[in-house]
């Protein structure tokens, strides 16, 4: 084996040690971001509170009893008995209780308990639109990762292939064999990796940092991941993919459900032109006292203005100011939004399914030129790398071949990550989860 082989080699080696140590699979930072995202854990608040509303539209069935006490006091003039006014201080207390049951309320406790249902419906879809979009976030910064991982690891290998070249050079100088200005420009070649070399590690360090961040760590420390399987996905069609979203997508079934609340909505508004009717009950007493006068006892008082009461109330709406017919023109109005929202939302996912496709296709494209492009370049370093040995060819066409290497396989790298994102969305977008 060459030198450079071997150097390109160790190095790539080196790396693939280094990333098994990883321990961070893709499928752990999607499971610990959904439970420790902020924006999912306030979605999931709205929920119980859906929850809540719902409890409440089934409370307004329930009968309502309350209890009452009241006591109160007049001082000065007052009329009396005899139809004449005089000073006199009184007290008055008051105690009883009261029922009130709603035999029909014109449909509205229905109404709003079916609306509610429907809301919680939409809610919980709002939920999992959230998961959705952290996940892909997860996705996409975690192959951003693994891609600046790469580049590094490459980056690191041209700094050991220039590193010896440069201790070569060195050597061949002080025998006299070459120009002492050869070991300068591969100084200067050095320099230059290591600056590339720096700029990738930056690049790896702030990707690491942004994928901490999705996933609400504090730090980097002793946290790093996994790479990938190796994979060589068939991109599905597009109309395959937008069928099954539009039975699985939770962006448009959150859609779907405002349009269902938006209707419930008018039927709510509709229940204003529905009289309603309820039972209502009550029991109480009182005790009166009159300052100057004999007055009869307190137990006896109450026994005695015992009373109690049973009625029925009927409410007819004949004119209410046109609030019922606007609350309904509203109603109907929110119910069209909420259709033309719920077609926009299909529409731009019918969009961006189509171009996350043509891009996937492209990628895919663009992935198998650069592994023909990356296997012809290093036939052409190692050919080259060949000639060099034997001082066939000078270092400044060396030079070239290794860049054009170097060059050759960041391409690759980005084109093969590029098409694993695009295929993972639209494999998200097909309801693989």
């Given amino acids: 084996m060459k030198p450079y082989q071997y150097i390109l080699s160790a190095s790539l080696l080196v790396a693939s040690l280094d990333v098994q140590a990883e321990d961070w699979t893709l499928q752990q930072c999607i499971d610990y971001a959904l439970e420790h995202n902020i924006d999912i854990k306030m979605r999931q608040q709205d929920v119980a509170s859906g929850d809540l509303q719902v409890a409440d539209s089934k409370h307004a069935f329930l009968p309502q009893i309350n209890a009452n006490a009241s006591q109160s006091f007049n001082f000065g003039r007052g009329l009396t008995s005899e139809n004449t006014y005089a000073n006199r201080n009184t007290s008055n207390f008051q105690v009883g209780a009261s029922l009130s049951v709603p035999i029909f309320s014109g449909l509205r406790n229905r109404r709003t308990l079916e609306q509610a249902k429907l809301n919680l419906k939409q809610i919980t879809w709002q939920l999992e639109q959230a998961?959705?979009?952290?996940?892909?976030?997860?996705?996409?910064?975690?192959?951003?990762?693994?891609?600046?991982?790469?580049?590094?690891?490459?980056?690191?290998?041209?700094?050991?292939?220039?590193?010896?070249?440069?201790?070569?050079?060195?050597?061949?100088?002080?025998?006299?064999?070459?120009?002492?200005?050869?070991?300068?420009?591969?100084?200067?070649?050095?320099?230059?990796?290591?600056?590339?070399?720096?700029?990738?590690?930056?690049?790896?360090?702030?990707?690491?940092?942004?994928?901490?961040?999705?996933?609400?760590?504090?730090?980097?420390?002793?946290?790093?991941?996994?790479?990938?399987?190796?994979?060589?996905?068939?991109?599905?069609?597009?109309?395959?993919?937008?069928?099954?979203?539009?039975?699985?997508?939770?962006?448009?079934?959150?859609?779907?459900?405002?349009?269902?609340?938006?209707?419930?909505g008018i039927g709510v508004a509709q229940t204003g032109y529905i009289p309603t009717l309820s039972f209502n009950g009550g029991i109480g007493s009182s005790y009166y006292k009159l300052n100057g006068i004999d007055n009869m006892k307190f137990s006896k008082q109450m026994r005695e203005n015992y009373s109690t009461y049973l009625g029925f109330s009927l409410n007819i709406p004949i004119f209410d100011a046109l609030n019922t017919r606007t609350s309904v023109k509203r109603a109907r109005v929110q119910h069209i939004l909420a259709q033309l929202q719920a077609d926009q939302v299909k529409s731009d996912l019918y969009k961006a399914i189509q171009q996350a496709h043509v891009q996937a296709s492209g990628a895919r494209e663009k992935y198998l030129t650069a592994q023909t492009s990356c296997e012809a370049a290093q036939a052409s370093f190692d050919a080259m790398s060949e000639k060099y040995n034997v001082g066939r060819a000078t270092s400044t066409e060396f030079e070239q071949s290794k860049t054009n290497l170097f060059s050759s396989k960041i391409q690759l790298i980005q084109a093969h990550y590029e098409y694993l994102l695009r295929y993972r969305i639209l494999h998200f977008y097909q309801g693989y989860r």
Wanted: aromatic content about 6%; hydrophobic content about 40%.
């Fill in 131 to 264: 998961r959705d979009n952290v996940t892909l976030n997860v996705i996409a910064q975690y192959l951003q990762v693994l891609y600046n991982k790469e580049v590094e690891a490459t980056a690191s290998s041209q700094v050991d292939l220039s590193t010896y070249e440069l201790s070569r050079r060195k050597s061949l100088a002080e025998a006299g064999k070459i120009a002492e200005i050869e070991v300068l420009e591969a100084e200067s070649q050095l320099a230059q990796d290591k600056l590339t070399l720096v700029n990738a590690h930056n690049d790896y360090t702030l990707s690491l940092l942004e994928l901490t961040q999705l996933l609400q760590l504090t730090s980097t420390d002793n946290f790093s991941v996994v790479p990938l399987d190796g994979e060589d996905p068939i991109i599905p069609p597009a109309m395959a993919v937008f069928q099954s979203a539009m039975e699985t997508n939770s962006g448009v079934k959150a859609a779907e459900s405002y349009v269902d609340v938006a209707q419930a």
